[in-house]
């Protein structure tokens, strides 16, 4: 495999866990490891080093010495030719449930913190590498080691929040009691929380550590690998590196792969010769000069980190100016996973213009040397070093070595700020340094660098401004020079790429405020001149986030006294696969064995949003090796007709494509990096049509599906005409990518005869998916095996959307007679699946002076995409409120949008929202306490519905009390009030949202239905099937326990194994919350059908066991096999005459939180929120708790910070974590306070529980209207008062630019200003080149972008 001839090593040696692995291959990265080695626990969840799922740790002792260093890493972005010498530890190495667990992972399963599984591997093992570096972690140590992890289903903070669980005392013993301070959330465990028992926790056994092998201590040699399309070398020098810099002079450097790697694999880039020179010592150094430090370019950000804090420990505070700000760039730098491995040359070549340390390095003024085969050669960093969009001034042949970071002397003050859309691991929107220099004891300005990142196609300095202020005071009146200066100096075209003009400009104004601020402060304390103190109420504008001690409580009742201990119903028992989650031994689609004959498959997918296909080139994409066939609609030996309700929807597009990612064909190969090669090596040409990519776009040519609905109570016009005031208003709600961890995966089985083929998927439909399949096979049903045996996530995106793929893959394996497995990866899912629909809602409300609201007209406009698939708010317009005139009008949009989906409450919360902003309009016109008037408004027991549904057992009211007296919403209320008075630029805010959550599946009677299989074997195990899928809910466990009550048997003595069409058909989609409420029942009645059969041999042996009925009952030859089922009685509803009922049920619940929001960035925290849910008598009250837990954080999600941002040519720009922001464990509020509402049992569902898995979502609303709640107190500083718009999610741009004031005012792009700019275009047009057109085109793609 050895193509250099310098090589003298070409054999890859490194550890995986305790495999010795000896490679030759080069260009691969290490999870190819899951199917060569076996080993699956670590997963693939976006393979750009978003998400963190793939984490794990890396063991070498060079370039420094022994001891050896233990990080983590993201396994989706380390080559496998960088772990040479390495030992990599997995979630397998560490623990398993077959032999013994490792504490970590113990804890985290035993703490209810793993739910759908599919991450808790990389949670896993970014503890375990923390613990293996620092046994005794501060909060902020573990908050880092986070950073890199996102959210999606519910990880129990209570495992994050306690230091004291992983401190080693602890930790080695037994993990309780500690001895840590008042602080330590378990104090009030040890009052409320009995989810689980912390004193059973296993100690850390320490001979479980895994030892680093001896031989990976040898010193490292020169290394090349040739894979099949890159060379990589590591040379073991820097002479031999600049050798091969001369050689290959279009070699790139790959320390930490962060930015090669995402350019290699999703923008296509291809790097033949890559140099890796990670370990050569000079490249390495770490050195004091006179002037400041010296680091080498291959330092980690991680190394840089620590030898940085070290030095602000120990030098004269004034030094450290330029170190501290390093600092606070890297707390908000990528995660702890990229910073380990990336380093600082990698940044700064990159020379990317959102670069978080060269704002940093451009305005210190720090030195670089390059070097290369002819010398060295030292440069001063400043703008000229950035000649173009990502380009440097650095020669083809040279390298950067080092880079001095300066000391700062007495009088100079440097800081640096980042702003982004979610405060951890995210990109900078605006970043920035900031660095003064004043003459000898007085105020007055020696030197003044700003520079700025995100603000043009490079980092860019200030100069002009700093030129003028030069010689200037440190004064207000600079201030307010600096800030017209910036204005004028920092300008945005309209049509800059990343859009956001107004907020960015606004940013490097407000954070030169905070700069301005934080020097005053300092020159007061420093110097001996008079300077102004800083107003009081501005302080706090100038502070920094500070990470506080988290704590959060878990309310529920505890099963009666008396409940006898196997019934585990109600009891609080650990998700069934939660430990073999944490040890990566639960088994997805995915983690199936390859077949031997196994083939890949990628689809190819169209590049535009409304067009004919013209032609399709496949000439190139035949040529990549391994490539077995091609295939399109022609080859679909069934229908090419498909969809979840009425078939609109192709397999394959035949003639036309409908949106940006409609499937087109596919391409089947050897592997998946083949067939995904050669899929995009296929060329399409295609006649455009013009696309309807918006709501508003669907509105003016009424583009939209049939039927439109009406419910309607009262008389409208009559409550119009009684009302004291009018109000008319709108909102927009973004839609939400489901981001379920695991992304679609089908494993399709030909069995050989009669057209028998086995479906492996991660699907919450199977027999949708078994149908569907049959229809375009061409084959029965019965032909047609779909089994499920979890899901890492699905949240309503596995219901619909999953069967095309399936489908695809299906009609691949039957034609060419082999299994064919396709797991779509991370943008492929996004570019491919639609998501929560998009809402426009504009309403028109009438109300009396009291607040009492009268009259109500809702139109709701959703954006349904380019198919019907399941699109529907209706029921929930009026969420709490009893109206007595209403009427709700739904639009279903027909776009050019890949077509959105059921998504966790499906419609509801969209509709909701919109009412809770007619009832904060209300209340601000009226000038009431919000909170007052929803009360005032609110049902009562016994009201109707607009949908005439009467609400029985109506808990509103308690949930209402008990939140507002968990929350101290009153004392919260006075506090806030207090601290608005105290701060002009931080404001907080307060909301308490409830939310009436209507259970069942609306759409389809037919889908309220379930079946269950109960198999009792001779030895007394009980093989359980349902129609539900578990999609890490929980639902499994729940069912578990449900059989076990019945049956009066442990839940030891009961299996499921999985859910599969060969067992029970037909089954409903796991959706709408209800599978636990259908599928229970019908567990039930198998149960009960079994009781009864075994009923003679209890009665005749009532001391027996439960084994001796079942060998009496088998020698007796009585079936022991049953079948259950359950159909949801007086179901029904019809639009036409708004009779009926469409729902069993409704949950309740509350929620009150707050929030802090710095009015000069619009960023915010999440202060504090408590929920009340009432979920029935819980079934599972861990379990439940999680749900809530969970959909609250997704809600946060939806309302706060997930953004999808779509071209006008409907093009999705958001296709990652990179872009894509979900929430993070920084994002969950600080205090998160949940309770079950007790003595609340529902007669509608099996054991009077209720369903849990949607309606709590919506509660995360009073995050949102918390952040309202804070923007109006801001306004009223700038004298606006009133009822204003604010369209969700509340992104720091829309809650920065709805904060007005004089710094908004200096950028501000007004309508006239736009107007303007158009016409000034239009009429020009004729006269401007090429260019003008497509900058045309960019400003409509950004304000289209930004009004969608
Ligand atoms: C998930 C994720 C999050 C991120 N978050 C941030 C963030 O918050 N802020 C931010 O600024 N960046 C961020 N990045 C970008 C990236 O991590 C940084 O730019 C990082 O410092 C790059 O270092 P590296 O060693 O991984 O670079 P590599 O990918 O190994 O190399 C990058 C480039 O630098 C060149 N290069 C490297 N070293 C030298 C040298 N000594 N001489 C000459 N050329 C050299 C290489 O040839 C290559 O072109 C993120 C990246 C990812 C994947
Ligand atoms: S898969 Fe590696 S970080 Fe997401």
Sequence with gaps: FCLSPNSVNCLLLFHLFVHRVVKSFAGNCSLTLRFTVGLTGTKLGCAEGGCGACTVMVSRSSPSPPPPRHFAVNACLAPLCSLHHSAVTTVEGIGSVASKLHPVQERIARAHGSQCGFCTPGIVMSMYALLRNNPQPSLLDIEEAFQGEVLRSYQSKTFVCSPCWWQKETYMESGWPC?????????????????????????????????????LKKPLKQLCFQGERVLWIQPSSLTELLDFKTQYPEARL?????????????????????LAPAFIPELNTV???????????????????????????????????????????????????????????????????????????????????????????????????????????????????????????????????????????????????????????????????????????????????????????????????????????????????????????????SLFFKFYLIVQHKLAQDLNVEVRYVRPDYASAAELFHSVFPCSTQLFQEVPPGQNKDDVVGRPIMHLSALKQATGEAVYCDDIPCYDNELHLALVTSTKAHAFIENIDTKEAMCVPGVVAFLTAKDIPGSNRTGPAVYDETVLAEDMVTCVGHIIAAIVADTQAHAQRAAKAVKITYKELKPVVTIQEAISCKSFYQPTRKIEQGNIEEGFKKADHILEGEMHIGGQEHFYLETNCTLAVPRGEDGEMEMFVSTQSTSKTQMLVAKALGVPANRIVCRVKRMGGGFGGKECRSTILSTVVAVAAQKLKKPVRCMLDRDEDMLVTGGRHPFLGRYKVGFMKTGRIVSLEVTYYSNAGNSADLSLALFHMENCYNIPHIRGMGYMCKTNLPSNTAFRGFGGPQGMMVAESWMGDVALHCGLPVEQVRRLNMYKQGDRTPFTQRLEQFTIDRCWEECLSISQYNQRRKAIEQFNRQHRWKKRGIAVIPTKFGITLTSNLYSIQAGALVHVYIDGSVLLTHGGTEMGQGLHTKMVQVASKVLGIPCSKIHISETSTSTVPNTSPTA??????????????????????????????????????????????????????????????????????????????????????????????????????????????????????????????????????????????????????????????????VSLLRDAPNEKAIFSSKAVGEPPLFLAASVFYAIKDAITAARAESGLRGPFRLDSPATPERIRNACEDSFTKLVRMTPLFIVALCFFIFSHKSSFTLWLDFHWIRICCVLGSRTQ
Excluded at 259 to 267: A, H, N, R, S
Aim: with cysteine; aromatic share 10%.
């Design 254 to 274: 790959v320390v930490g792969n962060t930015e090669v790697g995402i350019e290699m694999k999703f923008k296509n880039l291809l790097y033949p010769v890559i």
């Design 179 to 215: 001895t840590c301070s008042e602080a330590c959330t378990k104090r009030e465990y040890v009052e409320y929380f009995l989810l689980y028992n912390p004193s059973e926790f296993m100690p850390l056994d320490p001979t479980q550590e895994i030892i680093f092998p001896i031989e």
């Design 1072 to 1233: 709408a919350s209800a599978s636990s409420d259908l599928n229970g029942m019908a567990i039930y009645d198998a149960c009960q059908t079994l009781n009864q059969r075994l009923q003679p041999y209890k009665t005749k042996n009532p001391k027996g066991t439960w084994e001796d009925w079942v060998k009496a009952a088998y020698f007796d030859r009585v079936n022991l096999s049953a079948n259950g089922f359950y159909k949801t009685p007086d179901m029904g509803y019809d639009f036409e005459t708004n009779e009926g009922k469409p729902f069993n049920y409704f949950s309740y619940g509350v929620a009150c939180s707050e929030v802090e929001v710095d009015c000069l960035t619009g960023d915010h925290k999440n202060l504090h929120t408590s929920i009340v849910m009432d979920v029935g008598n819980s079934l599972n009250p861990a379990i439940d708790i999680g749900q809530v837990e969970g959909a609250f954080m997704q809600g946060v999600g939806l309302f706060t910070l997930e953004e999808l941002l779509y071209s006008p040519e409907g093009v999705l720009l958001t296709r990652g974590p990179g872009m894509y922001k979900i929430p993070a464990f920084g994002d969950i509020p600080t205090e998160l306070n």
């Design 287 to 509: 050195q004091r000069t006179a002037d400041g430090i010296l680091f080498g370019a291959a330092c980690t950000l991680t190394r840089l980190g620590m030898v940085l804090r070290d030095a602000v420990q120990e030098l004269p505070t004034y030094q450290t100016e330029v170190f501290r700000a390093v600092l606070e760039q890297l707390r908000w730098f990528a995660g702890q996973q990229v910073r380990n491995v990336a380093a600082i040359g990698g940044n700064i070549v990159t020379a990317s213009p959102i670069s978080d340390l060269n704002p940093v390095f451009l305005a210190a003024g720090c030195k670089l040397t390059l070097a290369s085969k002819g010398g060295k050669r030292v440069i001063e960093m400043d703008d000229s070093f950035f000649p173009g969009y990502r380009k440097t001034v650095l020669k083809p042949d040279e390298i950067l070595l080092f880079i001095e970071i300066p000391f700062t002397k007495k009088g100079q003050y440097f800081s640096a700020f980042k702003q982004s859309q979610r405060r951890e691991d995210d990109i900078a929107t605006v970043t920035c340094a900031m660095n003064v220099a004043f003459e000898e004891n007085t105020n007055s300005v020696r030197n003044l660098r700003l520079s700025y990142g995100g603000m043009a196609p490079t980092t860019v300095l200030a100069k002009e401004t700093c030129k003028r202020l030069t010689g200037r005071k440190w004064s207000d009146e600079l201030l307010q020079d600096a800030c017209s200066l910036l204005a004028k100096e920092m300008t945005l075209d309209p049509s800059a790429p990343g859009g956001m003009v107004t907020y960015r400009r606004t940013l490097t104004i």
